[in-house]
């Protein structure tokens, strides 16, 4: 009886800390280098909260697709929703495609390597005229939930 009860409580401490761990996080993959400039550049601008360099990241007529606000469209209306925006951040890849002028980056972002996923984003991508990949929209949202 005290085996069967012995398993029982080691059953009970498992499930209880595998409940409390973090849900896995998708695998991070390695982008070519001009892809990963994108994310790169961002991360930077953001860590400066430079608003204009940020959106200079856009398709001139690029989206930015937050959640829970308007669309906003355009690289000046870009430069004023990311105006007072920035900090830490940590952009990683799960899945990308590029073919010709057109592509995107699917990933998820922390505030620091190694950290917990908080959110996660869709990048569209379209090539500019000297060849460098410019965000045509960029599209996130959290994992927190929302009661």
Do not use: H
Not at 26 to 50: F, M, T
Request: charged share 25%; glycine share 10%; with cysteine.
């Amino acid at each position: 009886m005290r085996m069967i009860l012995a398993s029982f409580i080691a059953c009970v401490i498992a499930l209880a800390a595998w409940a409390q761990t973090p849900a896995e996080q998708l695998p991070s993959i390695n982008l070519p280098p001009d892809l990963q400039r994108v994310l790169s550049d961002y991360e930077a601008a953001w860590l400066k909260k430079d608003a204009k360099a940020l959106s200079e990241l856009f398709a001139e007529d690029g989206f930015v697709l937050s959640t829970g606000r308007p669309p906003v469209r355009g690289r000046e209306a870009i430069k004023v929703r990311y105006a007072n925006s920035g900090g830490d951040l940590f952009l990683r890849a799960w899945a990308y495609a590029a073919e010709g002028s057109t592509g995107y980056i699917i990933g998820g972002y922390s505030k620091a390597k190694g950290e917990p996923d908080i959110g996660k984003f869709t990048l569209t991508l379209q090539k500019g005229k000297d060849g460098r990949w410019l965000i045509m929209s960029d599209m996130d949202n959290g994992n927190a939930t929302r009661n």
